[in-house]
């Protein structure tokens, strides 16, 4: 027989079950599931990642919702299992679901919730930190002198890269790529290069005007450009942050053909999707150039990094923390409650999943909609006209 699963129980008397694989930031998610008739159980087991197995076993014999984490694999097995225990809806704490089968959900009737609009701003944060971190070697200079080996100042102690009139190359100018852009523009007058398969009209007025305005006040004007390939990108850019989707184009994007034609002294920054870098090939290029630095909060094969990663000292690596901040996450829980509560109770989905703001107002009561339900239209569910 299985081991039970442990959790913590809100609301014993609901109506309905739904279960969360992890505890979340935050407890305004749980109010909104208990105040509407929700039995909440949040598996308390002290793993990181929890199996299928574990996962059956917390679905049981009866279950309508389930929250889950992008570190799970819910495929066939779960999905199945979740319908035949009177399930509709599974939401990952995430705006990614790379680790969701969202065909096999389909076909077993399932809506499968994620949590866009929530990270933008926090995401584009984490990576301006990594480029500046990595510029600037501090993650160097911080292990120096907390190992006591600072014994004065040195004219070529840790000698970095100056952003300020240098070129930021952006792949994919998405929402988070835009944000980044923008931040790295108007913080370090850095001028823009950036490659995607649609024109970044707003990106492009913003850095038109902020130029327009340094110009008027005596300064160098930025610019911006549109490369017609992402090599161009790569050759051009002083720093290159990745936002692209992780897809069958997109896997091993950064390869050992694409590396050796950046600069020697580039930063490349990563907080999108591990497998969009060849991080075998990279950890050769970091032995290799020296100068050449990296900043990276996602990784290939997740948890672990690929061997000798974790010796480079010309690489600053975090564990996948792009959205961890505090209203980020604590709304990420919320917006993945709502997406199961919304189709617990039958209500349409939600116009924009990336104008979310009317969910996220702690004293608010949300819209009658679930927030983002990425097979919507393969489920023929309604779309919210408020």
């Keep these: 027989m299985a081991k039970p699963i442990s959790v913590e129980v809100w609301n014993p008397s609901g109506k309905y079950r739904v279960v969360s694989t992890k505890s979340m930031p935050g407890t305004r998610w749980i109010r909104l599931l208990a105040d509407n008739g929700c039995r909440l159980e949040i598996c308390t087991e002290k793993k990181t990642i929890l ?156 850095v038109t005007a902020y130029g327009q305005f340094l110009k008027a006040n005596g300064e160098q004007p930025v610019t911006w450009k549109r490369a017609a390939t992402m090599e161009d990108v790569l050759r051009e850019a002083d720093v290159i942050s990745l936002h692209p989707v992780l897809d069958k184009t997109t896997y091993h994007l950064i390869n050992p053909e694409r590396l050796a034609i950046m600069k020697k002294e580039a930063v490349l920054v990563n907080a999108s999707r591990g497998p969009v870098i060849d991080e075998v090939a990279l950890v050769e290029h970091l032995k290799a150039n020296p100068m050449f630095r990296v900043g990276l909060d996602v990784f290939e094969d997740e948890p672990y990094m690929k061997p000798g990663l974790a010796e480079m000292k010309n690489a600053v690596v975090v564990p996948h923390i792009a959205s961890a901040s505090k209203w980020t996450r604590e709304g990420m829980a919320s917006l993945a409650a709502l997406n199961v509560l919304g189709k617990i109770k039958g209500y349409p989905v939600w116009g924009n999943p990336n104008l979310i703001e009317p969910f996220l107002k702690e004293d608010a009561t949300p819209p009658a909609a679930c927030p983002s339900i990425v097979n919507a239209k393969q489920l023929g569910l309604p779309s919210s006209k408020l």
């Design 51 to 206: 199996s299928v197995d574990d996962i059956l076993a917390l679905i049981g014999n009866r279950c309508d919702a389930v929250i889950g984490q992008l570190t799970e694999d819910w495929g066939e097995v779960l999905f199945s299992a979740l319908k035949r225990a009177g399930g509709t809806a599974f939401s990952n704490m995430a705006v990614g679901y790379n680790n969701v089968d969202v065909e096999a959900a389909t076909r077993n009737g399932i809506a499968v919730g994620n949590t866009p609009g929530v990270l933008t701003e926090t995401t584009a944060e984490l990576a301006a930190s990594l480029s500046l971190a990595a510029a600037r070697r501090i993650v160097e200079a911080d292990q120096f002198m907390r190992a006591g080996l600072y014994d004065g100042w040195l004219p070529h102690l840790f000698v970095g890269n100056l952003l300020k009139g240098q070129t930021v190359g952006v792949i994919g100018a998405g929402r988070i790529g835009s944000a980044y852009a923008r931040m790295m523009i108007e913080g370090f007058k850095m001028n823009l290069i950036y490659y995607d398969l649609y024109q970044s009209t707003r990106l492009e007025k913003f």
